[in-house]
């Protein structure tokens, strides 16, 4: 019996590292998540102002094309205005050639406007593309530092579950179904009793089975969290390993 413990011992030993290691290796991606957020609100920013940078743009071409139709009006507002014949015709064309002047004018002096906006806006955008370009290169980093990290932690992985397989096979079957339901329900499988308190659940066990365990004849269980329990002094006293012959217990 004692043999059958010591493996069980050994396999939940095992079982804890894998654990372990396997939350660690889940954990890492996760690491990179706040960069991610970040990046992926830049680039949202960045496509918003691209939006309104080509809008603008194509404003401004429309207005150069007003521009030109209005530079059109203006040379067949002075025509008229050379070809006029009465003092009325005359002060009407000069009228329109003020009108269409001062259009122009006002147009010019926007789309200056604008033009400067957009170089402003470029310029922003630029940086910003920059900026980005460079939290990419950081999160490719990371990236690369985490894929290391999981591989590693595989390796360990790895090496933790050496033998547990040749281990499993040592353990009575029916044991090693009611380890690995405990192991699934309550975390991990068995605990030891201390002062006769079981120390997955600190209940007092009673003293009956304390005794039982003493002995060591059996697997017992504890009355109320079911794990597998045995006296910690009992696996101390004598340091037998699985496969050697346990001292007679006293
Ligand atoms: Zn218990």
Redesign the pocket.
């Known amino acids: 019996m004692k043999d059958q413990l010591l493996y069980l011992l050994e396999l939940q030993t095992i079982d804890t590292k894998v654990k372990e290691l396997e939350a660690a290796r889940q954990s890492l991606p996760a690491r990179t998540e706040p960069l991610r957020r970040d990046l992926a609100k830049l680039e949202g920013m960045l496509g918003g102002e691209r939006q309104k940078l080509a809008e603008t743009e194509a404003w401004k071409k429309q207005q150069a094309e007003l521009l030109a139709r209005e530079h059109e009006a203006l040379r067949s507002a002075k025509s008229k205005l050379q070809g006029s014949k009465t003092g009325k015709e005359y002060n009407a064309a000069s009228r329109e050639v003020d009108n269409k002047k001062k259009s122009i004018h006002d147009r010019e002096a926007e789309l200056k406007k604008v033009t400067e906006a957009l170089g402003a806006s470029s310029t922003v955008i630029g940086e910003r593309d920059a900026a980005i370009g460079q939290l990419r290169e950081q999160l490719a980093a990371e990236e690369a530092q985490v894929a290391v990290k999981v591989e590693e932690l595989g390796k360990q992985i790895a090496e933790a579950s050496a033998g547990r397989d040749d281990l499993r096979a040592k353990i009575d079957k029916t044991w090693l179904k009611t380890y690995d339901t405990l192991a699934g329900k309550r975390g991990y499988a068995v ?1 030891p009793v201390l002062s006769g308190t ?1 120390q ?2 600190q ?1 007092r066990i009673p003293p009956q089975l304390n005794n039982i365990l003493a002995r060591m004849e059996s697997l017992e269980m ?1 009355p ?4 597998i ?1 045995y006296r910690k002094e009992m696996t101390e006293q004598g340091d037998a390993k699985p496969g050697e012959t346990p001292p007679a217990a006293t």
Request: with cysteine; charged share 20%.
């Open positions: 605990a079981c997955g659940c209940m504890c109320r969290c079911g794990r329990i």
